[in-house]
């Protein structure tokens, strides 16, 4: 870790302008205003503030290098620079659970989880840091490699997909698969069906229903009254047809 890995974090004083009056007004021109002169007086009436700036994208790209290293010799090294002597230098090292799954435990199950904000475990396609510590080693390793061995999808892939398909001008659901106008995939309950339609599904005023509230309609099975379509078929998909569409069943 570099030797000034603090001052590059830690940007002083970033906020506050050029223009932003000195903390001691000598010469106040401003008749209706107060005659105390001071720091205090001068963040009352112009609202400036001169504090620290923090810039974490050099402590992220750090932990990004240590992949494959243990924890315990990474966090020596970032606790030789980042003491808990300075309450700033004790902020940064707050940080460090925003990039690595810290606290990462395996379950009688063999599943790996991890406490969330609010304490309830979670399981790693719901990880929001990219790196965690395997309990196994101690080692860095990446979120989204241990989601593709444990065969599930992890969610920054799927928000990274839905705005793919958002900047194409198309709402999404991943229980959604569209075939023609008229015919849909939808995964209800945990299970794949095929549902099938007289015309192709709008709202109450004429508009294309997607993503998630086409969803929502389809799995009433029943149209609300007033619209022009109406569910005509549906059924569950067999072991070959999820295959063929490279779904599967929960």
């Known amino acids: 870790m570099r030797e000034d890995m603090f ?10 302008s050029r223009h932003a009056p000195k903390a001691k007004l000598r010469h106040d ?21 001169k504090c620290l700036n923090e810039n974490l994208a050099p402590l992220k790209r750090y ?14 090294e970032i606790s030789a620079h980042l003491d808990t002597g300075s309450t700033v230098k004790q902020h940064v090292r707050d940080h460090l659970s925003d990039f690595i ?22 399981a790693p396609d719901h990880w929001w840091a990219k790196l965690y510590v395997d309990p196994n080693d101690g080692l860095i390793k990446r979120t989204d490699k241990l989601c593709r061995k444990l065969g599930l999808v992890y969610f920054r892939d799927k928000l990274r997909e839905d ?31 095929q549902i099938d339609t007289d015309h192709a599904p709008t709202d109450r005023f004429g508009y294309a229903l997607q993503g998630r509230d086409l969803v929502e309609a389809l799995g009433k099975g029943i ?24 779904l599967s069943n929960d």
Not at 7 to 16: A, D, F, L, N, S
Not at 237 to 244: H, I, M, N, Q, T
Request: glycine share 10%; hydrophobic share 35%.
């Open 7 to 16: 001052k590059v974090i830690v940007e002083r004083p970033r906020w506050g």
């Open 29 to 49: 021109k401003v008749l209706d205003r107060k005659r105390a002169t001071g720091r205090r007086q001068a963040l009352e009436q112009n609202g400036y503030t």
């Open 63 to 76: 932990l990004m290098k240590q992949v494959g290293r243990p924890w315990d010799k990474v966090y020596g």
């Open 101 to 122: 799954m810290i606290n990462v435990s395996v379950d009688r199950d063999g599943a790996f989880m991890s406490p969330g904000h609010w304490g309830r475990p979670m």
């Open 163 to 193: 705005r793919k398909r958002r900047a194409s001008g198309w709402r999404f659901d991943h229980n959604l698969r569209v075939l023609t106008e008229t015919r849909f995939l939808v995964k209800l309950n945990g299970c794949w069906f």
């Open 223 to 246: 149209a609300e009254d007033g619209l022009a379509w109406r569910t005509i078929a549906k059924r569950q998909l067999g072991k070959k047809e999820l295959r063929a569409q490279k």
